[in-house]
């Protein structure tokens, strides 16, 4: 059998060829007699030091090699990255100068400088070197140093000149991973899906086989809203590489955009099945059920989430709301509490809870929390409105009318507020009052009229009431 890499014994000599070498140096540095040592070997001591963090020894070995091997622009450039790491940036550029004299062709000097002008925050110097050396690099080289021009521009902050690098890039070197994992980050940063749509159409015509060309082409559709030409562009992706699970991800998006809810628990579980499971995956499975009112799976997944992720006090939120679209209060309160103990300071599930013990008639535990959330938050409308529609459903009218008037004094007066008022007026005996502020509160806000209801079914008993209303529905 014929394997391409190195047996053990290889590995074993060449570990072994690796101490003899560090052995001839220690003798070379006491003056003990040693074997001779080439310009090769020195290379290898000096990265041994230097990935084991002796930047000292390396140093040393770099200083004698140099001394022996004065025309060798490799070792020149090894000490210029250690002059770098050790942030001596002038001396390094100095060094740097003196191997591009004995060597201008080598990849690793532009790299280097390069790393020397952003550690000096020069990025202009350094843009404008790696530009100027583009031309003169073909293949692997050119892509390396567009590469590093990519990542001067996003140091730099050009964010659009980091676009047009990967562009460049992958006209001529179509099937580079990184640059295709980059441009795809880059075109919904910058917002030129278009022009991503062009460079990736171009590309699979080409390589119609290249997944990541069909990925990127899916979230640049995606990202101008054309939901179903991105599920196809996915589609071709996952069928090139069945195990691709970012495309499921995406995929399950566009068809929730969509509103394809069953096509998306399809994909998503197919997510499922190639990559750890994830929060966010069973999230977004539960929300499909939810849309398809399946209320019992959805609770079934957003628990899934939530075991994955204990500390997600939203999860328990989209639990209870499932259970409150069933009417289940009960059920409802359990999850919201597993909330707040998370998040005792959420406005949100303060009032959550107290509708749902004003559904069971709790009222003063319901009362407890819109206070909470009143205080919480002083300038919610909707808390406001809760714990006066909360104190007016539990008998209390005018406490409700006196916390309305705070309401108003601390928010203004809302639309809703004016219908509430002409409810309490009413309900207090104050009929004539009372119909007087439903009559203006009907000729500003008309459409409303459906919150007075809302707060007190039995109000449409009046007679002046539903006439008042009969005559600002015929005048719509």
Same mark, same amino acid.
Not at 238 to 254: S, T
């Given at each position: 059998?014929?394997?391409?890499?190195?047996?053990?014994?290889?590995?074993?000599?060449?570990?072994e060829?690796?101490?003899?070498?560090?052995?001839?140096?220690?003798?070379?540095?006491?003056?003990?007699?040693?074997?001779?040592?080439?310009?090769?070997?020195?290379?290898?001591?000096?990265?041994?030091?230097?990935?084991?963090?002796?930047?000292?020894?390396?140093?040393q070995a770099?200083?004698?090699?140099?001394?022996?091997?004065?025309?060798?622009?490799?070792?020149?450039?090894?000490?210029?990255? $250690?002059? !770098?790491?050790?942030?001596?940036?002038?001396? *390094?550029?100095?060094?740097l @100068? =003196? /191997? &591009?004299? +004995?060597?201008?062709?080598?990849?690793? $000097?532009? !790299?280097?400088?390069?790393?020397?002008?952003? *550690?000096?925050?020069?990025? @202009? =110097? /350094? &843009?404008? +070197?790696?530009?100027e050396?583009?031309?003169?690099?073909?293949?692997?080289?050119?892509?390396?140093?567009?590469?590093?021009?990519?990542?001067?521009?996003?140091?730099?902050?050009?964010?659009?000149?980091?676009?047009?690098?990967?562009?460049?890039?992958l006209?001529?070197?179509?099937?580079?991973?990184?640059?295709?994992?980059?441009?795809?980050?880059?075109?919904?940063?910058?917002?030129?899906?278009?022009?991503?749509i062009?460079?990736?159409?171009?590309?699979i015509?080409?390589?119609?086989?290249?997944?990541?060309?069909?990925?990127?082409?899916g979230?640049?559709?995606q990202?101008?809203?054309?939901?179903?030409?991105?599920?196809?562009?996915?589609?071709?992706?996952?069928?090139?590489?069945?195990?691709?699970?970012?495309?499921?991800?995406?995929?399950?998006?566009?068809?929730?955009?969509?509103?394809?809810?069953?096509?998306?628990?399809?994909?998503?579980?197919?997510?499922?099945?190639?990559?750890?499971?994830?929060?966010v995956?069973?999230?977004?499975?539960?929300?499909?059920?939810?849309?398809?009112?399946?209320?019992?799976?959805?609770?079934?997944?957003?628990?899934?989430?939530?075991?994955?992720?204990p500390?997600?006090?939203?999860?328990?939120?989209?639990?209870?709301?499932?259970?409150?679209?069933?009417?289940?209060?009960?059920?409802?309160i359990?999850?919201?509490?597993?909330?707040?103990?998370?998040?005792?300071?959420?406005?949100?599930?303060?009032?959550?809870?107290g509708?749902?013990?004003?559904?069971?008639?709790?009222?003063?535990?319901?009362?407890?929390?819109?206070?909470?959330?009143?205080?919480?938050?002083?300038?919610?409308?909707?808390?406001?409105?809760?714990?006066?529609?909360?104190?007016y459903?539990?008998?209390?009218?005018?406490?409700?009318?006196?916390q309305?008037?705070?309401?108003?004094?601390?928010?203004?007066?809302?639309?809703?507020?004016?219908?509430?008022?002409?409810?309490?007026?009413?309900?207090?005996?104050?009929?004539?009052?009372?119909?007087?502020?439903?009559?203006?509160?009907?000729?500003?806000?008309?459409?409303?009229?459906?919150?007075?209801?809302?707060?007190?079914?039995?109000?449409?008993?009046?007679?002046?009431?539903?006439?008042?209303?009969a005559?600002?529905?015929?005048?719509?």
């Open positions: 059998m014929n394997h391409d890499f190195p047996s053990f014994n290889e590995f074993n000599e060449d570990f060829d690796l101490r003899d070498l560090l052995q001839q140096f220690e003798n070379l540095k006491e003056g003990r007699s040693h074997s001779f040592l080439d310009e090769d070997s020195f290379e290898q001591i000096i990265d041994y030091y230097d990935e084991h963090d002796e930047l000292n020894n390396a140093l770099v200083e004698i090699a140099i001394e022996q091997f004065p025309f060798s622009s490799a070792l020149l450039l090894k000490k210029s990255a $250690l002059l !770098i790491e050790t942030k001596k940036y002038r001396e *390094a550029l100095a060094l @100068e =003196k /191997a &591009a004299l +004995l060597d201008s062709n080598d990849i690793n $000097l532009y !790299i280097l400088k390069t790393d020397v002008y952003l *550690a000096m925050n020069q990025h @202009e =110097k /350094a &843009a404008a +070197l790696l530009e050396q583009i031309g003169m690099f073909e293949g692997e080289d050119r892509t390396d140093l567009l590469l590093e021009l990519a990542d001067v521009y996003d140091d730099w902050e050009e964010f659009e000149k980091v676009f047009d690098c990967l562009k460049m890039l006209d001529f070197d179509p099937n580079n991973e990184e640059a295709l994992h980059k441009i795809c980050f880059w075109t919904e940063f910058t917002g030129r899906n278009e022009e991503s062009r460079l990736h159409t171009k590309i015509n080409d390589h119609p086989y290249n997944q990541l060309a069909w990925f990127n082409l979230t640049a559709y990202g101008l809203k054309l939901y179903e030409k991105a599920v196809d562009a996915y589609q071709y992706a996952v069928v090139i590489d069945e195990k691709f699970d970012y495309a499921y991800r995406n995929m399950g998006d566009a068809y929730i955009h969509l509103r394809k809810y069953n096509e998306a628990i399809e994909v998503l579980q197919k997510h499922l099945e190639v990559a750890k499971p994830e929060d995956i069973y999230e977004a499975i539960g929300h499909c059920y939810e849309k398809m009112r399946k209320f019992t799976q959805a609770r079934y997944y957003y628990r899934k989430a939530s075991h994955l992720s500390n997600d006090d939203k999860l328990y939120l989209k639990i209870a709301k499932a259970y409150m679209t069933e009417e289940n209060w009960d059920c409802a359990k999850s919201l509490q597993s909330a707040l103990r998370i998040n005792k300071q959420s406005v949100e599930y303060n009032i959550t809870i509708q749902c013990y004003l559904q069971i008639g709790s009222d003063k535990e319901a009362l407890v929390f819109f206070l909470n959330a009143v205080r919480l938050r002083p300038s919610s409308a909707l808390a406001w409105k809760e714990l006066v529609r909360g104190l459903v539990a008998g209390h009218v005018e406490e409700a009318l006196t309305l008037e705070a309401a108003e004094a601390k928010i203004g007066r809302k639309p809703v507020f004016m219908f509430y008022r002409a409810a309490m007026l009413i309900a207090m005996g104050r009929t004539k009052e009372g119909l007087l502020h439903l009559e203006t509160a009907l000729q500003l806000h008309p459409r409303q009229v459906k919150k007075l209801v809302d707060l007190d079914p039995s109000i449409l008993q009046h007679i002046s009431v539903v006439e008042l209303v005559r600002y529905r015929r005048k719509r």
